[in-house]
């Protein structure tokens, strides 16, 4: 029964007592009947305006500390009930709706006196990527009989977003930035690298920190630097989200709830669901991770709903931007590697690197590899066992057909964490 309907039975039952009560004192005149009539009217209108004061001149602030973090990292929330009339609070109940996993916030208050504040702060270890709700919160109190309940809604939200756990590989294979023989690709760049390529006249929309000041005053009007990208800097990363190559289960509603095992005690190592979708995504982070603090530009292509792509950008803008990507997607695409390498194999220029991330082990998707590396493209495939997460074949009968085409590949397993475990390419001739 909610507060509402409780709120109607007991002012209809105070109200019926208190009308039979007056008609008994009226009939019989005796003065222990408009006692007891005085009484019980009094306390139905007490009580009812003790109740309604409860939740006047309330308010309810909620200050997260960050609001987006790292599977593994602990959400700090700051909150504060503020009394700001000087009518003291019996008891209040704060409800809280929010769909962070583990975030317990609902707490009941008691002797909330005026112009007072009661505050406290709750932490709560982030255990699943994606994109969560802090509130709304409700305020619940009564009267000290328990006779009329009510109940005022915080609507107030606050986004946090989790981003998936980055394990950053100690060494991985970059792009050189030449080629064979010493010449250098040169691009105009949209943003500021490193590379200098001349100077032009200043544009509308340039960043006063490109100005060349010294030609400035030589040419007698502005003239802003152009840039360069990086000779074959671009990394771009293929991840592979088909439903069908991938196994396991997420966290349930039951290990959530009570949050034992998730975690290493003492050791504060984030471990990953039991789904080698989960891997996979992570790996994705780990590299981008890795490409982009070398100072490299990074670009991601993948189908889950739909087809997503990030062209190759660096800096910590780019960065946040992929991540946001990866904690967001779903492992329920609907077209396998071997098309989506066929679709977006004019998307990759020569030189480049290219990061497969996929846990299919079958061995079609192979020839479209080795396509890309005979156009100039430098490739690098992670693969996620699934024999190590369910009843599915184990994806390292591919590297023979990796091996065959001199294409460097790592293998992650089911852990704790994720070990960047790589194969040596074989020589052809050396088995």
Same mark, same amino acid.
């Given at each position: ?94 409800? /809280? ?11 009941? =208050? ?100 490109? =100005? ?92 889950? /709903? ?100 001199? =294409? ?24």
């Amino acid at each position: 029964m909610d507060g509402r309907s409780q709120n109607v039975r007991h002012a209809l039952w105070l109200s019926v007592g208190s009308g039979i009560l007056w008609a008994l004192a009226f009939h019989t005149g005796r003065r222990l009947m408009y006692q007891l009539a005085y009484v019980v009217s009094a306390l139905f209108v007490l009580t009812f305006v003790l109740a309604w004061l409860q939740l006047r001149w309330l308010s309810l602030s909620r200050s997260p500390r960050v609001r987006r973090l790292y599977v593994g990292q602990l959400l700090e929330e700051r909150l504060a009930l503020h009394n700001h009339g000087l009518f003291p609070k019996f008891w209040l109940e704060v409800q /809280d709706f929010s769909t962070f996993p583990l975030h317990r916030v609902s707490r009941v =208050i008691v002797g909330l006196r005026g112009r007072r504040v009661f505050r406290w702060q709750v932490r709560t270890l982030a255990m699943m990527r994606g994109v969560y709700r802090l509130g709304p919160a409700r305020l619940v109190s009564s009267d000290p009989f328990g006779l009329f309940t009510f109940a005022r809604d915080v609507p107030e939200q606050v986004s946090i977003l989790v981003y998936p756990p980055v394990f950053p590989p100690a060494d991985f294979p970059l792009p050189e930035g030449r080629l064979s023989g010493g010449a250098v690709l040169r691009r105009r760049a949209y943003v500021m690298t490193t590379n200098v390529a001349g100077v032009r006249e200043y544009q509308p929309g340039d960043p006063h920190s490109w =100005i060349h000041w010294p030609t400035t005053a030589r040419v007698g009007r502005l003239m802003s630097r152009e840039f360069e990208m990086d000779p074959y800097a671009d990394v771009w990363c293929v991840l592979d989200m088909y439903a069908d190559a991938y196994t396991g289960s997420t966290w349930d509603e039951e290990v959530l709830a009570s949050g034992v095992g998730i975690f290493q005690v003492g050791r504060g190592l984030p471990l990953l669901p039991p789904h080698s979708g989960e891997y996979a995504i992570s790996a994705a982070a780990s590299v981008a991770h890795y490409v982009l603090d070398h100072q490299r530009l990074f670009g991601l292509v993948t189908y889950d /709903d739909e087809r997503v792509v990030l062209y190759p950008d660096r800096g910590e803008r780019h960065k946040h931007r992929i991540l946001e990507t990866l904690a967001l997607l779903s492992i329920r695409g609907r077209v396998p590697l071997q098309q989506v390498l066929t679709l977006e194999m004019g998307l990759f220029p020569r030189q480049s690197t290219l990061v497969i991330i996929t846990g299919d082990w079958t061995p079609g998707w192979v020839w479209g590899v080795a396509e890309l590396r005979r156009r100039g493209v430098f490739p690098v495939v992670v693969l996620v066992d699934n024999a190590t997460f369910g009843p599915l074949p184990s994806a390292e009968q591919v590297l023979p057909h990796l091996a065959r085409h001199q =294409i460097p590949a790592f293998v992650l397993k089911r852990g704790t964490e994720i070990r960047w475990r790589r194969y040596q390419v074989a020589r052809p001739g050396h088995g």
